[in-house]
């Protein structure tokens, strides 16, 4: 487990950045928060970090999950039934992609074991995230 604290939106961007570096499919990146507290944020640094720093990356909230080849982004927020999830392709995006869910709680059953887990919460006027 380490924790590290992020004082503004550009140390998140930063520390996002290079966290993207060591990222290599097939790996799962569960990111746990309340809202406003930066997963899709981190997630879309990662994904310009690793696709170019021009790629457009709406928030998957109301699509439920976003691709850019070989990066898997979901936003389980609005799915309500886990049998959903096989639907929408996550299983076959945990085996394949470097896969980014936020809202990752109702997929526990079948997140990999070696799934990184990045909680977020506020920290004064930043972030703290610790991972697991």
Do not use: C
Request: aromatic share 8%; charged share 20%.
């Amino acid at each position: 487990m380490s924790e590290i604290i992020l004082p503004n939106i550009d140390a998140t961007r930063a520390w996002a950045t290079e966290f993207a570096k060591t990222l290599h499919a097939p790996v799962t990146v569960a990111l746990h928060g309340d809202l406003g507290m930066g997963k899709s944020e981190i997630a879309r640094q990662i994904i310009r970090t690793l696709r170019g720093k021009d790629t457009i990356v709406p928030s998957p909230t109301f699509t439920i999950v976003q691709n850019y080849d070989g990066i898997s982004h979901f936003d389980l927020y609005r799915v309500a039934d886990a049998s959903e999830l096989v639907e929408i392709g996550l299983p076959y995006a945990i085996d394949n992609d470097i896969t980014l869910i936020e809202w990752p709680d109702i997929a526990s059953d079948i997140l990999p074991q070696n799934t990184i887990h990045i909680y977020l919460s506020e920290y004064g006027d930043g972030r703290k995230i610790v991972i697991k």
